[in-house]
């Protein structure tokens, strides 16, 4: 298994600012993921960080407004750039370990 | 990617047996069915998971019908607890994290 832990917890923030969310998992794992979740609805993949290159984002996701880093293998960020009110929401960090997906506590990003 | 479809809200009490069914009908050959349990203000956290027939392990079991078209996660006499949102995923193990969420069962267990 893997565990997977993430800085901040939570946070609030100003529109108009940056925010980068660390993702830290305890071993190894294969692949990495970024999800957004509103308050009471489903997960949603924002994008796929891979190691040394550019992130695969999905439909809707944008690397200008959603910069991820993956430097190596158990340790991955996303920023969340140029904050608005709608931005506000839980950001959930996943890894991949033997075929099993594992899940970080979230962060919770208030945009004011 | 399979889309799955689950009942929206289930209620129970403690101590019975809760059966959650997922349908999954566009199920691929070599797409494996997870489910996760999720709690508020935590990520999602693995169940099961399974390809076919019956998967067991502490906390449920997983019955998966010989067509694969559909899947039951059995929780044997749930507590207050087991009160949290269910998510059954299907997809391929080499594509782990491209699966699709659905909406997820809301599992409320009463007293």
């Known amino acids: 298994s893997a565990v997977i832990s993430q ?4 946070d ?6 940056s925010l980068t969310i660390q993702c830290q998992v305890d071993s190894q794992v294969t692949m990495m993921f970024w999800y957004r979740q509103q308050p009471g609805q489903s997960l949603t993949l924002i994008a796929t960080a891979n190691q040394g290159s ?3 984002y999905e439909s809707g996701f ?6 991820i880093s993956r430097p190596n293998l158990t340790f991955s960020t996303l920023t969340v750039s140029n904050m608005s009110p709608e931005d506000s929401s839980i ?22 | 990617l399979a889309k799955t479809t689950q009942p929206i809200s289930m209620d129970s009490y403690e101590g019975q047996e809760v059966n959650i069914t997922c349908s999954h009908n566009n199920i691929a050959t070599n797409d494996y069915i997870t489910w996760y349990q999720q709690f508020p ?8 998971q399974g390809y076919k027939t019956k998967v067991t392990n502490e906390v449920a079991s997983l019955f998966i019908p010989a067509d694969r078209k559909s899947s039951t996660l059995s929780l044997p006499r749930v507590s207050l607890s087991d009160t949290a949102v269910y998510y059954c995923l299907v997809g391929a193990s080499t594509n782990a994290g491209k699966s699709t969420f659905g909406d997820g069962t809301t599992l409320t267990v009463k007293p």
């Open chain 1, 91 to 112: 950001y959930l960090c996943s890894g991949t370990s033997t075929d099993t997906q594992y899940f970080g506590p979230g962060t919770r990003l208030t945009v004011l």
């Open chain 1, 54 to 56: 550019e992130a695969t």
């Open chain 1, 7 to 10: 800085k901040p917890s939570r």
């Open chain 1, 62 to 67: 944008v690397i200008d407004k959603f910069p």
């Open chain 2, 41 to 48: 203000s935590q990520g999602p956290r693995f169940i099961i």
């Open chain 1, 12 to 17: 609030i923030c100003q529109r108009g600012t």
